[in-house]
């Protein structure tokens, strides 16, 4: 059974830091490319940070160098670390874990909010 589990989000004020995790079980981690998205009310969700399986790493054009994707193979874990949030990053943040169309997967969200 697929698991992705997210955590680390909370309240954080504005110029603040959070570190997410997205703890994975029930398939082969290192295969796959890890994602942050996120949606925020009335938004589409939108990719934040991606890393694949090589460690090749892309994200969001409003990241600019704010965040920082990275994993853990041993652990299973992706994590996302967000630096000089804005009240803008309010969002509820998913992880993702795709190999192909067919084995794509998603967490149940956790929610990061920035006050001003």
């Known amino acids: 059974q697929v698991q992705l589990v997210e955590s680390g989000g909370g309240l954080v004020q504005s110029g603040g830091s959070l570190r997410l995790s997205c703890a994975a079980s029930?398939?082969?981690?290192?295969?796959?490319?890890m994602s942050w998205y996120r949606q925020a009310p009335g938004k589409q969700r939108e990719l934040v940070a991606q890393m694949t399986s090589a460690g090749t790493t892309s994200y969001g054009d409003f990241v600019k160098g704010r965040f920082t994707v990275s994993r853990d193979n041993a652990k299973n874990t992706v994590y996302l670390q967000m630096n000089s949030l804005k009240p803008e990053d309010t969002a509820v943040y998913y992880c993702?874990?795709?190999?192909?169309?067919?084995?794509?997967?998603w967490g149940q969200g956790t929610q990061v909010t920035v006050s001003s």
């Open positions: 993702r874990a795709r190999w192909n169309p067919r084995n794509d997967y």
């Open positions: 029930g398939f082969t981690f290192s295969t796959y490319t």
